[in-house]
């Protein structure tokens, strides 16, 4: 079969074609620092790149929800903690004022002390975090307490409390129900902290003895209440530390796992680039020989 010009100027324009694709797609591999680029590089390995990627999406929300967690419970733990201490110096007052010694303008006194207490539990009641309110069930952009001028406390919040996405189908509670947490038995009962403190203002100011009696009992309640609360916030804190831990785990096993897809071992993409473009070099050579093939050169 005679093989023309024609057909050596065409075979030499499409090596040089293939040779130049190659180059450029080694040149990509090297810059990008990624073995897949495209879906027809490797259509199996590709699903599984954005499977991972969909993964690591997910993980970094949950993390972000673990750190929304944390930041919400530590804020709880803190402020029924300093409203425990502020029960505790309330009972010890409750002590000295409950003996005879102490005359009633002393009670009237510490009736100031107390009413100041309960505002600052109540001020307690309303900490936020980025400006929601944390004890105010899922109606956090709404003050979770009222006091008003005789000392009367309103919830304004709900009985649902806030929740995070812990997975698919796990979640966890770190917003409270402020009445569970400080009227658990209901507004107005022996461990509603409030209505405890505006009876023992009451009692202080009318210097009854009796009624500031009561208050130590009731406040015992109220202490050993918020106590379990703390505990509680305490375990919650754990689980989300251990949730935290796993998806840290996963996340950097997911990374390892897409790095040995997708990622090249770049000492051989460099490599391969300079095979690449050697085999360019020596096909420029080769086709610029064949160019020159024509009788026209030789007339």
Not at 50 to 69: A, D, F, H
Not at 212 to 225: G, I, K, N, P, R
Request: with cysteine.
């Amino acid at each position: 079969m005679r093989i023309s010009n024609k057909m050596m100027f065409d075979a030499a324009q499409q090596n040089l074609f293939n040779l130049t694709e190659e180059l450029n797609r080694a040149n990509e591999v090297v810059a990008a620092q990624k073995r897949i680029l495209r879906l027809s590089d490797d259509p199996v390995g590709l699903t599984q790149v954005l499977t991972m990627k969909s993964s690591l999406s997910n993980i970094g929300q949950m993390e972000r929800n673990i750190g929304l967690g944390k930041n919400w419970l530590a804020a709880s733990e803190s402020a029924q903690t300093q409203i425990q201490n502020l029960i505790s110096d309330t009972k010890a007052l409750c002590v000295q004022m409950s003996s005879g010694n102490v005359g009633a303008s002393n009670r009237r006194n510490a009736a100031g002390i107390v009413e100041n207490n309960l505002k600052e539990i109540v001020a307690l009641a309303n900490s936020q975090v980025d400006g929601r309110y944390i004890f105010a069930g899922t109606n956090t952009e709404t003050a979770a307490f009222t006091i008003d001028g005789n000392n009367d406390v309103t919830y304004n919040g709900n009985n649902t409390p806030f929740t995070i996405k812990l997975g698919r189908d796990a979640s966890a509670e770190i917003g409270g129900d402020g009445e569970a947490v400080f009227q658990p038995s209901g507004a107005g009962a022996g461990d509603d902290i409030f209505a405890v403190m505006k009876d023992l203002v009451a009692s202080l100011q009318g210097n009854d003895v009796s009624g500031v009696q009561t208050a130590m009992t009731d406040l015992d309640s109220c202490f050993e209440h918020i106590s379990g609360q703390i505990a509680d916030v305490g375990s919650k804190m754990i689980r989300m530390e251990a949730k935290g831990t796993l998806l840290t785990d996963l996340d950097i096993s997911t990374r390892e796992r897409l790095s040995l897809i997708e990622e090249p071992e770049i000492t051989e993409a460099i490599l391969e680039l300079k095979a690449k473009g050697v085999a360019y070099q020596a096909a420029l050579s080769a086709t610029s020989k064949i160019l020159q093939l024509s009788i026209v050169n030789y007339m």
